[in-house]
C-alpha cells in the first residue's frame, strides 16, 4: 500500500504545475487522513474481538454507524464557505491551491467508508490467520489504482490533483469490495455457529469502552497532519515545503508502513499465555534495525537524488530540498515497529488509554516543537516537521515502556 505515494507523487510531478498539485495533493490526503482517522483501529478491534456470530453481528454494526458519521462529516467539511475558512483563512494555503485541494477532497468522499468497511474484514482475515488475502486485496487496490491514475494521466486533461485523489478513491473501493468477498467463507462459519460462541461479554457498551481509546489515537495521530501543514503553510518556503512534504513522507511511509502492519500480526500470534512474545520481540528488533538501514542507505547516499529526481520527478531544486528531512526521518521505522509492538502488547490486554496517552504526548510534542523551530527559530517548514516527528513519536515510546512492561509482569 505504501508504493501508492511515491507513484502518485511521480505521476502528479510529471504533469503541468507541480508544485501547485503537489501542495494540494497533499493537503487532500491530509483532509482524508484526519477524517478516517477514527475507523483506522477498527482493524485492531476486528483481529481481537470477532471470535463468534455475536461479536461479527455487533461490531459490523458498529462500524457501519461510525463510517456514516465520518462520510457526514467530510460532507459538511466539502460545503464550499466551510472548507474555504479552514483552507486559506487557518491553514493559509494560495487560492489556487485552495481550489485545487476542494475538487480532491470532493473526489475522496467515498475514502472514509471504503476504509472502515475493508479494515474490519482485514481483522477478521488476520484473525483468521489468513494474511496472504489481505496482501491480495492490496494487490488489487494497487492495480486498480495504478490503472486509474495512467489512464487520466494519458487520456485526459485533468489536473494532476485530480489524477492522484481519482487513483486514490478508485482503489481503497477495489480494495474494499475484494476484502468482503475473501472474507465471506469465515462470516458464513461464523454465522452459522447454532451456539453464538457464548461470548457473553461483547455488547455495544463494552466495544464502544474497549475502542474510544484506540479511535481516539489516530485521531489524535492524524490530525498531526493538517497540523503540520498549517504551520509548514506559514514557515519560510511554505510552497516547497509543501510539495515536497507529501513526497518525502511518501517514501518514509514505505518503510514505516512494515512497522504499523505488525501491530495486527503481533496482537494475532501473542497466545493467550504470551508464548508468542518473544519470537514476536527477536522479529520486532530484526525488523526495526533492517528498515532503519535500508532507509539511512537511501537518504545518506546518491540513491537518495535517483528517488526523488528520477523516480518521483521532481526539479534539482526540490530534489536537494528534500534530501536534509528525509536525514532527519531515518529512525521513524524503527520507532514505529517499537510502538507497533507496544501497542499490540496493550491491545491484547486490553489496556487501552495508555495508548491513546502516549498519542496525546506525541501531537503535544510535536506541536510545541513546531511552535518553536518556526515561529522562534525560523527555520524552512519541512525540516521542522521532520525533526517534530521524530521527537514526537521517540516521546511516545518512552511513555508506554512502563505500561507495556506492567501487562507482561503482572
Not at 492495480?143 to 485533468?158: C, D, N, R, Y
Not at 461483547?202 to 495521530?221: C, E, G, H, Q
Request: overall charge positive; aromatic content about 10%; hydrophobic content about 55%.
Amino acid at each position: 500500500m505504501s508504493i501508492e505515494g511515491p507513484l502518485l507523487a511521480a505521476v502528479i510531478a510529471r504533469m503541468p504545475d507541480p508544485k501547485f498539485n503537489l501542495a494540494a495533493y497533499g493537503v487532500a490526503f491530509s483532509f482524508a487522513l484526519i477524517i478516517e482517522a477514527p475507523i483506522i483501529m477498527i482493524m485492531s478491534a476486528s483481529t481481537a474481538l470477532v471470535t463468534d456470530k455475536i461479536s461479527l453481528r455487533k461490531l459490523r454494526n458498529y462500524t457501519y454507524i461510525l463510517n456514516t458519521i465520518l462520510t457526514f462529516i467530510l460532507l459538511i467539511l466539502l460545503i464550499p464557505p466551510i472548507f474555504y475558512f479552514i483552507a486559506q483563512d487557518l491553514i493559509g494555503l494560495p487560492g489556487e491551491v485552495a481550489k485545487l485541494t476542494h475538487i480532491a477532497a470532493m473526489i475522496l468522499l467515498p475514502w472514509p467508508g471504503a476504509i472502515g468497511y475493508r479494515r474490519f474484514y482485514q481483522g477478521i482475515l488476520i484473525r483468521n490467520h489468513l494474511t496472504r488475502r489481505v496482501a491480495y486485496g492490496t494487490i488489487l487496490r494497487l492495480l486498480s489504482m495504478s490503472t486509474t491514475a495512467f489512464i487520466l494521466f494519458f487520456f485526459s486533461k485533468v489536473d494532476g490533483v485530480v489524477v492522484g485523489a481519482s487513483a486514490l478513491s478508485a482503489g481503497v473501493l477495489m480494495e474494499a469490495i475484494a476484502g468482503r468477498i475473501m472474507a465471506q467463507p469465515i462470516v458464513r462459519k461464523l454465522q452459522s455457529d447454532q451456539n453464538g460462541g457464548g461470548n457473553k461479554e461483547i455488547s455495544y457498551s463494552y466495544i464502544n469502552k474497549f475502542y474510544y481509546p484506540l479511535a481516539l489515537t489516530p485521531v489524535i495521530a492524524l490530525g498531526v497532519h493538517p497540523i503540520v501543514t498549517f504551520f509548514m503553510g506559514q514557515s519560510r518556503m511554505a510552497l516547497e515545503s509543501l510539495a515536497v512534504f507529501p513526497v518525502v513522507n511518501s517514501l518514509t511511509f514505505i518503510f514505516r508502513s512494515l512497522g504499523l502492519s505488525y501491530q495486527e500480526v503481533a496482537i494475532s500470534l501473542i497466545g493467550d499465555q504470551q508464548e508468542g512474545y518473544k519470537p514476536l520481540k527477536r522479529f520486532a528488533i530484526f525488523l526495526g534495525c533492517a528498515t532503519v538501514l535500508i532507509l539511512g542507505l537511501l537518504a545518506f547516499t546518491d540513491l537518495s537524488h535517483f528517488w526523488y529526481h528520477t523516480v518521483s520527478g521532481l526539479s534539482e531544486e526540490l530534489t536537494r530540498f528534500s534530501m536534509p528531512p528525509t536525514q532527519v526521518l531515518v529512525i521513524m521505522p524503527g520507532l514505529t515497529v517499537l510502538i507497533s509492538l507496544q501497542r499490540a502488547i496493550l491491545v491484547h490486554f486490553r489496556k487501552t488509554i495508555p495508548i491513546t496517552m502516549a498519542t496525546v504526548i506525541e501531537f503535544g510534542g510535536i506541536v510545541l516543537l513546531l511552535l518553536i523551530l518556526i515561529n522562534r527559530f525560523d527555520m524552512i517548514g519541512v525540516m521542522a516537521a521532520a525533526i517534530a516527528l521524530v521527537a514526537g513519536r521517540a516521546a511516545a515510546n518512552l511513555y508506554l515502556i512502563a505500561p507495556y512492561r506492567k501487562v507482561l509482569n503482572r
